[in-house]
């Protein structure tokens, strides 16, 4: 076992010349490598502008094909703003779930009525923040929203 007396402390210029003979070391990658990562890119890239090509090529004759006018060329590009604005959240299938989940959230906070407490075993009185003021105060209830007036 080596004592720690035994050990040679490392002073920082000694870390600082270590650490620079590394970053000098640095491995740099072969010209034949360098090759096959350009050569890989170029075909990505041209790879791609055929896609964009016949993604506009297929849209031009689907709407020459269909004999719609200008009318008809501004509601698909509504739709495809749409499109694009709610595919980040999973597109129109996602929209329809969240709608559900609205509703039934408006109608179950809406309808519970005393069906929930028994579940809960709380009545209203029993909630509180901390022997305060009572929780339901504080909250807008649903016959408030829906008065008239």
């Known amino acids: ?6 050990r040679a402390e490392m002073s920082d210029e000694r870390i600082e010349a270590l650490l620079a003979q590394m970053a000098d070391d640095a491995p740099t990658p ?7 990562i350009v ?18 090529g297929a849209r031009q004759a689907g709407a020459g094909r269909s004999g719609v006018g200008q009318a008809g060329a501004g509601r698909a590009g509504l739709a495809g703003w749409l499109a694009n604005l709610l595919a980040p959240i999973g597109g129109w299938p996602a929209v329809a779930g969240l709608a559900t989940a609205t509703v039934a959230g408006v109608w179950i906070g809406y309808a519970s009525g ?7 075993g709380l009545n209203g009185d029993a ?23």
């Open 114 to 120: 005393d069906g929930l407490t028994g579940l809960t």
């Open 1 to 6: 076992m080596t004592d720690r007396k035994d």
């Open 39 to 56: 050569a890989d890119a170029q075909d990505v890239a041209q790879a791609r502008e055929a896609q964009t090509r016949d993604r506009q």
């Open 127 to 149: 909630i509180s923040a901390s022997g305060g003021a009572e929780l339901g105060e504080f909250m807008l209830s649903y016959d408030d929203l829906l008065g008239e007036g």
């Open 30 to 36: 072969s010209v034949a490598l360098m090759e096959r």
